[in-house]
């Protein structure tokens, strides 16, 4: 079992439209970040969140810290094409370097 | 600044051979992670090195080990290899100071044990 959980797995919608990545977990996490992986490529870093309730934006993506930082959500407004890749949430634990990540949103904007 | 390197890009190997992946992380960085990416399992720590100490460990059999170089490049090798082996194998390189900072990720090893 993946300690952090993502939905949905697979989103495939059109340009134009808004859309909602979750990440979730039982686990409470000091930090979490998001990267978007393509094709050939190692994943990069979108963001980094660190205290509870924070929002942060970058563009049209905004980015949200669960209060009890068990949760995230990434929401992108309207979509582009250049926005198809695989979403990955990552979080550290306070005692630990280690990144664990969640288990990605794959999504296809669709011209 | 020059990115994370991975060297070979590409390997094909055969069921109970070993593999040697190398890592060359970003000037001055001296934390390398590695990570096995498979379509099942998604992206899996394998392990973290520090100032050629392993800092921090996953779930993974003694067949994987590491190590890094007093330049903090970095080595994986994986022996009596499996099928199940068969994955993308990513390293990133941090400056390892800091629990929020940034990791910086290379291209990956695509390995296929045949």
């Known amino acids: 079992t993946q300690l952090l959980e993502q939905s949905p797995q697979f989103l495939s919608i059109q340009e134009g439209e808004n859309l909602t990545v979750y990440c979730n977990s039982s686990?409470?996490?000091?930090?979490l970040q998001w990267y978007r992986q393509e094709p050939g490529e190692g994943p990069v870093l979108l963001v980094t969140v660190v205290t509870g309730g924070e929002v942060k934006k970058l563009k049209r993506l905004t980015f949200q810290f669960g209060d009890a930082r068990k949760d995230s959500s990434l929401h992108i407004t309207a979509a582009q094409p250049g926005d198809t890749g695989l979403y990955l949430c990552a979080g550290r634990m306070d005692s630990s370097y280690k990144l664990i990540f969640g288990s990605g949103t794959r999504l296809l904007v669709r011209p | 600044k020059a990115g994370v390197t991975q060297t070979p890009r590409y390997l094909i190997k055969t069921r109970g051979q070993q593999v040697t992946l190398s890592c060359s992380p970003i000037?001055?960085?001296?934390?390398v992670s590695w990570y096995q990416q498979t379509p099942g399992q998604g992206l899996q720590f394998l392990f973290e090195y520090f100032s050629e100490t392993q800092r921090n460990k996953g779930n993974f059999p003694g067949r994987f080990s590491g190590r890094q170089f007093s330049n903090s490049r970095s080595e994986m090798n994986v022996s009596t290899l499996e099928l199940g082996d068969s994955a993308l194998y990513l390293c990133?390189?941090?400056?390892?100071?800091?629990?929020?900072?940034?990791?910086?990720f290379g291209p990956g090893t695509r390995l296929t044990v045949l």
């Open positions: 990133a390189s941090s400056s390892g100071t800091s629990r929020t900072d940034t990791q910086y």
């Open positions: 686990s409470v996490f000091s930090s």
């Open positions: 000037s001055g960085h001296r934390s």
